[in-house]
């Protein structure tokens, strides 16, 4: 009996042990599980701040450059170009001048020159094709892209030793995986 007795002191010695170790590992699940809802919450949070941020910034894009649109809309594109060439001096750096001033290339006839603005804008600016900001003007971007592989190709046949039309079906290219997804 004395042995009996002693084997139920070490079976209650071991359950305890045991339920503490199941109550420590619930308590870290737990506390894990809500770290990991704090630190979603803040990539939330930190997305929506950026989206924000975006907004902002398009919507000072739009009125800084208002003037310009509404000039190349009534067909005033060199009073357009005028305005952009202020704006640019002005606001030096800005990535959205590149769009704008693609946009005056196109009314004014040049694709060649749009394409190059547009590359740079997107050099300057990668949210101009990425659908998830209020940069994105990919569709736009697409249009110029498919009618200058329409034109340039022809172009370059005809004029095989004119760099321009080399360098302006580089930067088609380089729109082309751009849009696709693709780094530089």
């Known amino acids: 009996m004395i042995g009996y007795n002693s084997m139920?002191?070490?079976?209650?010695i071991n359950i305890t042990i045991l339920a503490g170790l199941v109550a420590v590992t619930m308590a870290m699940l737990v506390q894990h599980g809500l770290a990991a809802?704090?630190?979603g919450g803040v990539a939330i949070s930190a997305e929506k701040e950026l989206q924000r941020a975006y907004r902002e910034q398009a919507a000072r894009d739009a009125q800084l450059f208002k003037n310009v649109?509404?000039?190349r809309e009534q067909g005033k594109t060199s009073q357009a170009l005028a305005s952009l060439k202020e704006i640019m001096k002005a606001h030096p750096g800005n990535p959205h001048?590149?769009?704008?001033?693609?946009?005056?290339?196109l009314a004014g006839g040049s694709l060649t020159d749009a394409i190059a603005n547009f590359r740079k804008a997107v050099d300057a600016r990668?949210?101009?094709?990425?659908?998830?900001?209020?940069?994105?003007?990919?569709k736009e971007?697409?249009?110029?892209?498919?009618?200058?592989?329409?034109?340039?190709?022809?172009?370059?046949k005809l004029k095989p030793d004119d760099r321009n039309i080399a360098i302006a079906m580089k930067n088609v290219?380089?729109?082309?995986?751009r849009l696709a997804g693709g780094c530089e």
């Open 141 to 156: 971007i697409e249009t110029v892209v498919t009618e200058a592989l329409e034109k340039l190709p022809r172009e370059r």
């Open 97 to 105: 001048a590149f769009v704008v001033q693609a946009r005056l290339d």
């Open 8 to 12: 139920d002191w070490l079976d209650k």
């Open 126 to 138: 990668p949210e101009y094709v990425d659908r998830k900001t209020p940069f994105y003007i990919g």
């Open 173 to 177: 290219y380089y729109l082309q995986r």
């Open 69 to 71: 649109r509404l000039l």
């Open 37 to 39: 809802r704090q630190h």
